[in-house]
């Protein structure tokens, strides 16, 4: 992408709206705006960003054995009064009526629409056990939306929801989400702690919150420090071992791990001073197992191996991508701008011509972008007639990963420059050498 014909609208001021350093960040940066309080458009650099992070989902969710779908954004009230929640479901719902006078809403969550599709369509425990994804737009009409597409109103979620006979494979579709997770979070560069946490309007008894400690987040947690040594599954985790999976769950959860909710303070109490952390966390992700809630209400059976009918049990898996993008700026930043860690970064690498029109940087910059796409990098080329301190400080403030810097007098050398946005250092090589390194 050459920068001249891209759209990247930077803000040379810092936004004052922005409470928290990932909002000012992505409104500088051009990654977001905002339409009305709480509803954004994604901006180009963004929007690459989001769709590197739902890439890791996605993977993850698959790997796993979870199969992915497209419901809609617009239900009818009718599923929601046959679960019972449309009523108890409260103001943070959005309820129109089409042209009919039919009283619809816009999805917070998807339970009753899964269970609706589970129902007509699966009859026989051999269909099970069946896991199910989308990634879409949901509406919550929340109180106090803020810090930008951390707590909006409308915003993307994975949302998954697995379907089982019987309660111990529920548990095992439960530690298949628990390990996805794990390595989803991984993935992006965080560490997210999974803590019991409060089941709340979804109902159930099996329930864990995914947390990244950040001063920032809206959640108060209690943990124990043993979880920043825990060893993250490896990929190629045998997703159908239930005992291997057991293992993962049974040492994540080894160790105390509570949002306030849930928070039991003498528990935490007896865990040595040293090793007690007391923090605040930003939810990345939900998983629950609540049994027969909506199968039940919903009439949701299968046939079993005894020819009977069984009550399928149910879990339901959320991660929230576009609250993910802001929570990995909050864990990687500084004084300049974002850090992105290379598997969201929304280019690889950008490559900077000091003397745009210069014949020797020209040349060499089409070289090194010519030869970087070619081998499937995301580049950026900034080839604009900004000064070479301006494109610096964008360089820095999006935060690409490398960038290679083509100057007058090093190229005369037939040299450039690397920097490592992260650690800042800079070394001087061919411009062989500079392709081959971002390789
Ligand atoms: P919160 O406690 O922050 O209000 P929640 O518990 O209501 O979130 P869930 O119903 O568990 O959210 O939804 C699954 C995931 O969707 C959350 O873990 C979070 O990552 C994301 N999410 C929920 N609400 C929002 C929101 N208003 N804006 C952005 N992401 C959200
Ligand atoms: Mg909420
Ligand atoms: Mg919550
Ligand atoms: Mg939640």
Redesign the pocket.
């Known amino acids: 992408m050459r920068l001249s014909r891209y759209y990247l609208p930077i803000l040379k001021e810092n936004p004052k709206e922005a409470e928290i350093v990932s909002h000012r960040l992505m409104l500088r940066t051009g990654m977001i705006r905002q339409q009305s309080q709480g509803i954004y458009s994604w901006l180009p650099l963004g929007k690459r960003v989001l769709d590197k992070v739902n890439r890791i989902i996605r993977e993850e969710q698959d790997r796993s054995g979870a199969i992915e779908l497209l419901m809609p954004t617009l239900q009818s009230a009718e599923l929601w009064q046959e679960s019972g929640r449309y009523d108890a479901y409260g103001k943070e719902m959005l309820r129109i009526k089409d042209r009919q006078d039919r009283p619809m809403l816009y999805g917070p ?1 998807n339970e009753e629409m899964i269970t609706d599709i589970f129902r007509s369509t699966v009859k026989s425990y051999k269909s099970l056990p069946l896991n199910l994804y989308h990634i879409q737009l949901k509406f ?1 009409d ?1 109180i106090r939306p803020r810090f930008g ?5 409308e ?1 993307l ?1 994975k949302d998954a929801y697995s379907f089982d006979l019987t309660r111990e494979g529920a548990e095992h579709s439960y530690n298949k989400m628990f390990t996805a997770y794990l390595r989803t979070f991984a993935r992006m560069g965080l560490r997210a702690i999974p803590m019991r946490a409060d089941t ?1 309007p ?1 109902g159930g008894n099996l329930s864990h919150e995914f947390i990244i400690l950040a001063d920032t987040g ?1 959640s108060e947690v209690f943990c124990h420090r043993d979880f920043v040594n825990f060893d993250i599954p490896a990929e190629d985790t045998d997703f159908d071992d239930v005992g291997g999976l057991k293992k993962i769950f049974d040492q994540w959860t080894s160790v105390y791990a509570a949002t306030s909710e849930m928070h039991d303070e003498a528990a935490f109490d007896a865990i040595p001073e040293g090793e007690r952390l007391s923090a605040r966390g930003i ?4 998983i629950f197992y609540f049994g027969t809630k909506y199968s039940e209400a919903m009439g949701a059976k299968v046939q079993g191996p005894d020819g009977k009918e069984h009550i399928v049990h149910m879990g339901s898996y ?3 991508p ?2 993910l993008v802001p929570a990995i700026i909050e864990a990687s930043h500084d004084e300049n701008g974002i850090i992105w860690p290379a598997s969201v970064a929304p280019f690889d690498v950008v490559v900077i011509n000091m003397k745009a029109g210069d014949e020797a940087c020209d040349k060499a910059c089409e070289e090194i972008y010519a030869a970087l796409t070619r081998a499937g990098k995301d580049v950026l080329y900034d080839d604009t007639d900004d000064r070479a301190g301006q494109k610096f400080a964008t360089a820095d403030l999006i935060g690409v990963p490398t960038q290679i810097i083509v100057g007058p007098r090093s190229i005369a050398q037939g040299e450039v420059e690397v920097k490592d946005r992260k650690t800042g250092a800079r070394d001087t090589m061919t411009v062989e050498a500079a392709i081959n390194r971002v390789n």
């Open positions: 969550t919550r929340e597409t951390m707590r909006s109103r915003f979620m709340g979804i809206e939810e990345v992700g939900h959320g991660i929230g576009t609250r």
